[in-house]
């Protein structure tokens, strides 16, 4: 079983930057690749981005692209999504997900772990 809490999100206008966080307990995180999802009032989850196992190989959603960035510290057991340049479409409640494999991937139905989510709201 693995827990994710994530953490960071909040209130910033178009333009600015948030560092999301998310804590996953277990002893194997490096087994496991990691992806944020984000889903908007009224819409679908939508893949934001991922990362495999080692931290080596990450991918991206078109609309984020060049201005979010992902990563993972394995010794804390946390990925993390820097997201700078922000706009208001970004504004979602983003999730972190964890796929017991270390390959990651853009399709939401293969993560078996999912956080809270926390809420991005961005103001224009």
């Known amino acids: 079983q693995v827990q994710l809490v994530e953490s960071g999100g909040g209130l910033v206008q178009a333009g600015g930057s948030l560092r999301l966080s998310c804590a996953a307990s277990?002893?194997?995180?490096?087994?496991?690749?990691m992806g944020w999802f984000r889903q908007a009032p009224g819409s679908e989850r939508e893949f934001v981005a991922t990362?495999?196992?080692?931290?080596?190989?990450?991918l991206y959603a078109n609309s984020v692209k060049g201005r979010f960035s992902i990563s993972r510290d394995n010794a804390k057991n946390t990925v993390y999504l820097q997201m700078n340049s922000l706009k208001p479409g970004d504004t979602a409640v983003y999730y972190c997900?964890?796929?017991?494999?270390?390959?990651?991937?853009?399709?939401?139905?293969?993560?078996?772990?999912w956080g809270q989510g926390t809420q991005v709201t961005v103001s224009s």
């Open positions: 277990g002893r194997t995180f490096s087994t496991y690749a």
């Open positions: 990362i495999s196992g080692s931290g080596a190989a990450t």
């Open positions: 997900a964890a796929r017991n494999l270390p390959f990651g991937t853009d399709q939401s139905n293969l993560y078996g772990y």
